[in-house]
T-cell receptor, first 117, second 113 residues
């Protein structure tokens, strides 16, 4: 089954304790991205990756790190989490196809709800 | 600065009628637009997209209209069904930064039987 998986699904942690949220896709997609969803703010892009070893900042990258060492995995790292990073996080992947190579249909994971106290 | 705005937080429609969801953008560089639907406790799913070289794109019950001069796009759902009840997000990207997507705040659509 084609899917994007995220782990963990739920996480409660304390300020300053480093954590990693994993994301994996089995569709051989070039593109992967991380978003956070907050009430009243919608979805905001954190980082994205056009291919292995190619990453770039989205609209809200501060406080986050990513790496893309393999095509299927795109972990999100919070080196020193703070309460303002409490949010619902989504990972997504997409095929860069067609003549435009545009990011079109993204497949999203089920989300990771993170609480930082 | 919110470059993509969905000014209606919610919309309520009767089953069988048309649902019109609106989205405005401020960055004139945006040239590709998408709509996603999200059910509670799930990730968003792609609905439909449109390039700035077009002003309309249809896919079944879903039609997206783009008015570049007004920097406005809308999603029409005809006829609306109770299963369409969800949060709808519009998103935009542009040119050489096409991997970077900016989403709106979302509109909660409720379709009443």
């Amino acid at each position: 089954e084609a899917q994007v998986t995220q782990n963990p699904r739920y996480l409660i942690t304390v300020t300053g304790k480093k954590l990693t949220v994993t994301c994996s896709q089995n569709m051989n997609h070039e593109y992967m991205s991380w978003y956070r969803q907050d009430p009243g703010l919608g979805l905001r892009q954190i980082y994205y990756s056009m291919n292995v070893e190619v990453t770039d900042k989205g609209d809200v990258p501060e406080g986050y790190k990513v790496s893309r060492k393999e095509k299927r995995n795109f972990p999100l790292i919070l080196e020193s989490p703070s309460p303002n990073q409490t949010s619902l996080y989504f990972c997504a992947s997409a095929y860069l196809g067609g003549t435009s190579g545009r990011v079109n249909e993204q497949y999203f994971g089920p989300g990771t709800r993170l609480t930082v106290t | 600065d919110q470059q993509v705005k969905q000014n209606s937080p919610s919309l309520s429609v009767q089953e069988g009628r048309i649902s019109i969801l609106n989205c405005d953008y401020t960055n004139s560089m945006f040239d590709y637009f998408l709509w996603y639907k999200k059910y509670p406790a799930e990730g968003p799913t792609f609905l439909i997209s449109i390039s700035s070289i077009k002003d309309k794109n249809e896919d079944g019950r879903f039609t997206v209209f783009l008015n570049k001069s007004a920097k406005h796009l809308s999603l029409h759902i005809v006829p609306s069904q109770p299963g369409d009840s969800a949060v709808y997000f519009c998103a935009a990207s542009w040119g050489t930064s096409y991997g970077k997507l900016t989403f709106g705040q979302g509109t909660i659509l409720t379709v009443h039987p």
